[in-house]
C-alpha cells in the first residue's frame, strides 16, 4: 500500500514539473519577437489572368445614324453574311420625297439650259473686230440690225442721187436736210442695235453658264439626298457571322441601339487583361490554358500574338472578392483555333504553361 501511494505521489509531482516546464518555455516563446516572414516571389507565382471571348479582330457593331421604325427585317441571328448584304430597312418617307424634290429641281435646270443652248445655237455673224475677229450674236437682233443696215443703203443711196440736185435747187433743201437727219438716226440705231446683241448675247451665255453650276450644285444635293436615303438601309460592312441581331418589326431604332446588332468573324480569340504587376512578364508567344471562369471547365489552349502598349480600366467585374475596381490594366490578345462554339463574352480565366523563349 505505502509502494502504492509513492508512485501515485510521483506521477502527481512529475505531472507538475511537465507542465509547469511547458508553460515556462510556451511563455519564452510567446515573448520572442516575431520572425519577419519571407516576401512572395511574384517570379514562381502562377500568372493566371482573366479574359473575355470576342471574334477575331474584335466585333462589329451596327446601327442607324437617326431614329427611325423598322420596316423590314432581311436577316437573323446565326446567319452568314457577305460586306453589303441587306440586314435590314428603316422608314425612309421622308428622305424618298427628299430625294423626288431634288430629282425633279435637277431636271428643271437641265431643261432649261437645253432651251438656252438650243437658243445659243442660232446664232450669226454680227460684225468683224479691228483685229479682224468675227462677233456673233444671236439670229434676231442680227436680223434687226441688218434691218437698220438695210434701210441706211437706201437712204444714203437716196442722198447720193438727191445731191446734185439740192445744188442746182431742184429739190427742196428741206428735204434733202431731212434725209440726211434720218441717215444719222439710222446710224444710231445701228451701233445701238448693235450693242444690244452683243450684250444679248453675253448674257444668255453667263445665264447658261449660271444654270450649268446650279445643276452642279443640283447633282450634289441629289447625291446627299441618295446617300441620307441609302443609310435607311443597313447593311453589313464585314464578310461574317450576324452572332446578335435583337430587332423587331415595327419598333424604334435609335443611334443608341447599335449594341443590338452584333457581327463579326467565326474565329474567335480572347481578350486578357493584364494588372500593374504582370506588365513586362507576358511576352508573345507564352502558352495560356484556357478555363471557364465560373465551372473552371478547361476551354483549350492558345498562344498571345499580340500585346497592347497601354493600360486602363476593365470592363467587367470577377468573383474575386479581393478586387480592386482603381487597377490598371494592360491588354494581350490570346488566339485560339477550337473555341468556335464559346459563348461571345464569356468570361475565362487563363493560366500561363510556357514562357516564350524570344
Not at 28 to 39: I, N, T, V
Request: net charge positive; aromatic share 6%.
Amino acid at each position: 500500500m505505502k509502494l502504492k501511494k509513492v508512485i501515485i505521489l510521483l506521477t502527481i509531482i512529475l505531472a507538475i514539473i511537465v507542465g509547469l516546464s511547458y508553460i515556462a518555455v510556451s511563455l519564452r516563446r510567446a515573448s520572442l519577437p516575431p520572425e519577419p516572414s519571407k516576401a512572395p516571389s511574384i517570379e514562381k507565382a502562377p500568372v493566371r489572368l482573366y479574359g473575355r471571348v470576342e471574334p477575331l479582330h474584335r466585333e462589329v457593331f451596327l446601327g442607324p445614324q437617326q431614329p427611325r421604325r423598322v420596316t423590314k427585317i432581311l436577316a437573323k441571328e446565326g446567319q452568314y453574311v457577305k460586306k453589303g448584304q441587306v440586314l435590314l430597312e428603316l422608314d425612309a418617307d421622308v428622305e424618298q420625297q427628299a430625294v423626288q424634290v431634288a430629282f425633279l429641281r435637277l431636271k428643271e435646270l437641265e431643261s432649261e439650259l437645253e432651251l438656252l443652248l438650243d437658243e445659243l445655237k442660232r446664232e450669226a455673224p454680227l460684225a468683224e473686230s479691228s483685229t479682224g475677229e468675227v462677233q456673233y450674236a444671236l439670229q434676231i437682233p442680227v436680223s434687226r440690225v441688218r434691218e437698220l443696215e438695210s434701210r441706211l443703203d437706201l437712204v444714203l443711196d437716196e442722198l447720193k442721187r438727191k445731191e446734185p440736185l439740192s445744188r442746182v435747187g431742184a429739190v427742196p433743201e428741206q428735204d434733202y436736210t431731212q434725209k440726211v437727219l434720218e441717215s444719222k438716226v439710222i446710224r444710231n440705231q445701228i451701233v445701238t442695235a448693235k450693242m444690244e446683241a452683243e450684250l444679248d448675247f453675253s448674257q444668255k451665255r453667263l445665264q447658261a453658264e449660271r444654270i450649268r453650276k446650279k445643276i452642279s450644285t443640283a447633282n450634289a444635293e441629289l447625291e446627299l439626298k441618295r446617300r441620307e436615303l441609302a443609310k435607311m438601309v443597313l447593311t453589313s460592312p464585314i464578310d461574317g457571322f450576324v452572332y446578335k441581331f435583337d430587332i423587331r418589326l415595327g419598333e424604334l431604332l435609335t443611334p443608341q441601339d447599335f449594341q443590338r446588332i452584333v457581327l463579326g468573324k467565326w474565329p474567335k480569340q480572347i481578350r486578357m487583361y493584364i494588372e500593374n504587376y504582370w506588365l513586362g512578364k507576358i511576352r508573345v508567344g507564352d502558352l495560356f490554358e484556357v478555363r471557364d471562369a465560373e465551372t473552371l471547365e478547361p476551354i483549350g489552349e492558345g498562344k498571345v500574338i499580340e500585346v497592347s502598349k497601354y493600360v486602363g480600366a476593365r470592363d467587367f467585374r470577377t468573383e474575386d472578392s479581393l478586387e480592386r475596381f482603381d487597377t490598371k490594366y494592360a491588354q494581350a490578345i490570346l488566339s485560339m483555333s477550337n473555341i468556335a462554339d464559346v459563348p461571345l463574352g464569356k468570361l475565362v480565366l487563363c493560366e500561363r504553361k510556357t514562357i516564350s523563349q524570344r
